[in-house]
């Protein structure tokens, strides 16, 4: 398998523009997470999904940010208006969890944001 | 609610020289204690689970255990491409699917 695939890995771009990141997870995997990474704040979960659907939102940190999953083998994640705060490390991992397997997370190899 | 700290925050030792990463939890009901290793400009790389206390898995020259409050990720005999970071994290009974990671130990090991 190819493992976990994200696009872009480097994103820059300029304060109030839109972002979409992308991510592709390991064939088979019940859960898909998104998460944040920055020196100050480590690695912050974002949102989850099972099959598909979204479980849990709650570090999602403003309207700003949204996600999608709209079939098992695709999810985005949308920032709009994009803010300097937002520049960091941006990774998406699967599990096959939900198939009553151990839920390790396997991860991508992240998306860079840099917003100027 | 579930939390993880990981101590200390940043560990130099020289190659050959043995030591110990700490992993203190909080979480309502273990499900499972996760060590991942973080390699600069990757995603994190899953190492092991432990499940109870007692428990202890192996791996080159890495060896996880787990207590009833803290884990240990001990590193014998360390070489320089043992250099990363390494986190841990927790799944409990409250949080379906969902780790809890710390903030991460960055080894570095120098020839």
């Known amino acids: 398998d190819a493992g976990v695939i994200q696009s872009p890995r480097h994103e820059v771009t300029e304060m109030g523009q839109e972002v979409t990141l992308r991510c592709k997870p390991i064939s088979g995997h019940d859960y898909l997470f998104w998460y944040r990474q920055t020196m100050m704040r480590g690695l912050e979960l974002l949102i989850y999904?099972?099959?598909?659907?979204?479980?849990?939102d709650s570090g999602m940190p403003e309207d700003r940010f949204s996600a999608k999953m709209p079939n098992a083998s695709f999810s985005t994640l949308k920032i709009q208006p994009s803010e300097p705060r937002d520049s960091a490390v941006y990774f998406c991992?699967?599990?096959?969890?939900?198939?009553?397997?151990?839920?390790?997370?396997?991860f991508g190899p992240g998306t860079r944001l840099t917003v100027l | 609610e579930d939390q993880v700290t990981q101590s200390p925050e940043a560990l130099r030792l020289q190659e050959g020289e043995s030591s110990s990463l700490n992993c203190s939890y909080t979480?309502?009901?273990?499900?499972?204690l996760f060590w991942y290793r973080q390699d600069p400009g990757k995603g994190p790389e899953f190492l092991f689970t432990l499940y109870s206390a007692g428990e202890e898995k192996e791996k080159e020259r890495l060896k996880a255990t787990l207590t009833k409050k803290e884990s240990f990720l001990h590193i014998t005999a360390p070489k320089p491409e043992d250099s990363a970071t390494y986190l841990c994290?927790?799944?409990?009974?409250?949080?379906?699917?969902?780790?809890?990671f710390g903030q991460g130990t960055t080894l570095q090991v120098k020839p």
């Open positions: 979480v309502s009901g273990l499900r499972g």
């Open positions: 994290a927790v799944h409990g009974s409250s949080n379906t699917g969902k780790l809890i």
């Open positions: 991992a699967s599990s096959p969890y939900g198939r009553g397997l151990h839920n390790e997370q396997f």
């Open positions: 999904f099972n099959n598909n659907v979204p479980i849990d």
